[in-house]
């Protein structure tokens, strides 16, 4: 397969045929991860910048694994090791990566747009590992194959994302993937945690979560970031948890083979209950597990395509 | 009585659909006739303008010249020079510099350094600050910024959140004659603004202003100078709520004018979302590009005189300042050199009459704020600039004057040049 992309921003560049094949090479992979062995040198001598402008220890290890088990040379670059935080621009740090000429840089970044002010700049693959409330392409990615690998075709499927949606890149980025891929998405949060413009997503869109979660197939939660109240979005996280923690009387009302899923880290008693988190129809690990599989799937497609095109 | 003596005769110049030839004597307008054949100058200086189109000089009420403070991003030398090829005859320059405006010493300074740099240079007319420090806590010493040349008092950039301050302001500046200019802008809703709160917005995952935190804080205006029975002038308007709250308190008879700027007649918030120019930092604004039918509604209140007249909102930035990402870029777009050409294009399409460009750049700015202008009657003064209707221009930085090249309009090309610009009957530029 050609990859023709040269960054990934966001996945409102995917077709749906693109995506497909991401979750076959995703898949490829994901047997490798269960070898006892779980190196490949398919990636040996190439280079990928981790550069985290926003803390995330999840993405940045799943990323980190990813490069190492297709034996890529990875190199991290934090807020606090940078000059970031003495004041140098981004245009600076992006010039001083791009003269260490690495193959990708994988970004974090507080600011939404800052993935595509560096792919304008940079001649190397970017891609975005979340970008302020923009997108968070690959996490998106990884929902869908997880459940990709549930269900086999997910069209006709219906999945509820819970929380906090107006700050989140995750419910961005899912709402555009699933409905490519053919899956109804239903929205539910309170009125202040959801985009102003909301009613024209393409969504079902609920104030009351049991409402929300009849008959679904997934119910996906968010994290609540939990500043939310001191914002004046909440009243406080008792009555959150109450009405919009996921419970177990929520998923009586949903589809019996109903999975649970979650972006992590949790925040076990208010977006979701904790018994939830651990139950046997909870996807949350294998979201890592997959996270990996997904990135090893990414990097190997996006470091690649300049040696397809040589050939 | 005798004939003034003519001592500039501008020969062949479009006026007003057509060909004439303006004798000038003493900076003033003394003869306006049709072009003659049989021509003898005299000892008057000849200004040949066969093709070109002569306009009044027009005046901007609404710039940031950056003196003192920020001169790395604009100073008044350049700002005026920016104006002059712009076809400005006269600026107004609001207050959030550093020091801000709100000291005689302050205002004395702007003025000092414009008649230093370009004593026949195009006019500057200082807004002092409304409150000390653009604070919103005391009021500035209006009388003493009154005294030292400032024409008007604006807390420009910084709404003054405090109703009843800001009632006293409005009070305290009716003393001293000069109006007041408010930067509507309900300062708690519109936190981390730069684009429009809206679908893009939404989508794009930035923080918007809403249209409503504007159109609040019009309103708030708009029943305070019907109050107090006062006049307030409302800058930078931007979105149809605003508009229809203005023309309702018009209908109503109440003292109130106000101003979009070109950019609003021109560019939506669908720029921000564009493949080429996603997340522009130059499209960062206060208030924000909006949607398409604000757009029409600014050019609906525009035309109907609901909205009085244009300013730029001249906000230059340094190149580095705005090349960071879009949450930390300062809002702002450099409009003096465009607004000319973008908004006579729209007079050339159809979208504005003539009338309502001169009435929105010329004899509007210039009544609201008590300024002379030039009507083209004899004796007014030889303020004009003429410009080539057919010449195309690309926006950039080597075709700008402003040191700030910020603008959503790089690398357009645009229709109509100034070419040269006479203020009193004396070349400028
Ligand atoms: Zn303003």
Redo the contacts with the bound molecule.
């Keep these: 397969m050609k990859w023709l992309h040269k960054d990934l921003l966001d996945v409102t560049q995917l077709s749906k045929s693109e995506a497909m094949s991401l979750f076959d090479t995703a898949a490829h992979f994901q047997e490798i991860n269960q070898r006892p062995v779980k190196k490949v040198p398919t990636l040996k001598g190439r280079s990928v910048v981790l550069f985290f402008a926003e803390p995330s220890t999840r993405t940045k290890v799943s990323f980190d694994v990813a490069a190492k088990r297709l034996s890529a040379d990875s190199f991290s670059l934090s807020k606090s090791m940078s000059s970031l935080t003495k004041g140098e621009t981004l245009k600076d740090t992006v010039l001083t990566l791009q003269a260490m000429s690495p193959d990708c840089i994988v970004m974090r970044h507080w600011s939404s747009g800052a993935s595509r002010f560096i792919a304008d700049r940079l001649d190397c693959a970017v891609i975005n590992a979340g970008d302020g409330r923009h997108a968070h392409p690959t996490q998106a990615l990884l929902d869908s194959f997880t459940m990709f690998q549930e269900w086999g075709d997910l069209a006709g499927k219906t999945v509820l994302i819970l929380g906090d949606i107006k700050h989140s890149r995750v419910a961005r980025s899912n709402v555009i993937l699933l409905n490519k891929l053919g899956v109804k998405v239903r929205l539910c949060a309170p009125r202040t945690l959801l985009p102003h413009t909301v009613r024209s997503w393409p969504c079902e869109v609920y104030s009351d979560l049991s409402e929300a979660v009849k008959g679904v197939n997934a119910v996906m939660c968010l994290r609540l970031q939990l500043e939310r109240q001191k914002d004046g979005l909440l009243p406080d996280l008792r009555e959150y948890a109450q009405t919009y923690g996921l419970g177990q009387r929520h998923i009586d009302l949903a589809d019996k083979d109903v999975r649970i899923m979650h972006p992590g880290p949790m925040n076990r008693g208010v977006e979701i209950s904790s018994e939830l988190a651990d139950c046997a129809q909870s996807l949350v690990l294998d979201q890592v597990a997959n996270g990996v599989s997904m990135r090893m799937a990414l990097l190997f497609l996006y470091m690649t395509r300049k040696g397809m095109e040589e050939e | 009585m005798a004939k003034k003596k003519v001592d500039l005769i501008v020969r062949r110049a479009f006026l007003k659909g057509r060909e004439v030839d303006v004798h000038i004597a003493n900076g003033e307008i003394a003869e306006i006739r049709d072009t003659e054949t049989e021509f003898d100058p005299g000892k008057a200086e000849v200004q040949d303008a066969y093709g070109l189109t002569m306009l009044p000089s027009m005046i901007d009420v609404?710039v940031h010249l950056r003196e003192p403070g920020y001169e790395y991003k604009e100073d008044v030398q350049s700002g005026l020079r920016a104006a002059a090829w712009g076809g400005f005859g006269a600026v107004m320059c609001?207050a959030n510099t550093k020091p801000v405006n709100d000291v005689a010493t302050t205002t004395e300074l702007m003025l000092e350094k414009a008649r230093e740099h370009w004593p026949d240079g195009p006019r500057l007319y200082p807004i002092g600050a409304l409150t000390k420090g653009l604070q919103g806590e005391e009021l500035a010493p209006m009388a003493e910024l009154a005294k030292a040349g400032c024409e008007a008092f604006s807390n420009?950039?910084v709404p003054v959140k405090n109703t009843d301050l800001f009632r006293r302001a409005m009070e305290y500046a009716s003393d001293w004659g000069k109006p007041v200019i408010d930067?509507c802008e309900d300062p708690y809703m519109a936190v981390g603004s730069g684009a429009n709160e809206g679908v893009v917005s939404d989508r794009l995952g930035l923080h918007g202003q809403p249209d409503v935190a504007e159109a609040l804080q019009v309103a708030r205006d708009i029943l305070l100078a019907e109050y107090l029975d006062m006049h307030i002038h409302l800058?930078?308007v931007s979105c149809r709520r605003s508009a229809d709250l203005i023309r309702f308190a018009k209908a109503r008879g109440v003292k109130v004018t106000a101003e979009t700027a070109p950019h609003y007649l021109i560019l939506t918030e669908d720029y921000l979302e564009e493949p080429e120019t996603q997340y522009s930092s130059f499209a960062k604004v206060?208030p924000p590009l909006r949607t398409e039918d604000d757009r029409q509604a600014m050019i609906e209140a525009l035309e109907d005189g609901t909205i009085d007249i244009l300013a730029t909102?001249h906000a230059p930035h340094a190149e580095h300042e705005k090349e960071v990402e879009f949450d930390i870029a300062p809002c702002g777009i450099s409009g003096l050199d465009t607004a000319f050409a973008t908004t006579w294009a729209l007079v050339q399409e159809g979208v504005l009459s003539e009338e309502t460009f001169n009435r929105a750049w010329v004899t509007g700015p210039a009544e609201i704020f008590g300024f002379e202008y030039n009507r083209f009657n004899v004796g007014d003064p030889a303020d004009f600039f003429l410009f080539d209707p057919e010449e195309e221009w690309v926006v950039g930085a080597d075709t700008m004057h402003s040191k700030g090249k910020n603008t959503p309009l790089r690398g357009r090309t645009l229709k109509g040049r100034v070419k040269t610009h006479f203020l009193r009957g004396k070349k400028i530029v």
Excluded: L, W
């Design positions: 609404h609001m420009d950039g930067h800058a930078h206060n909102d």
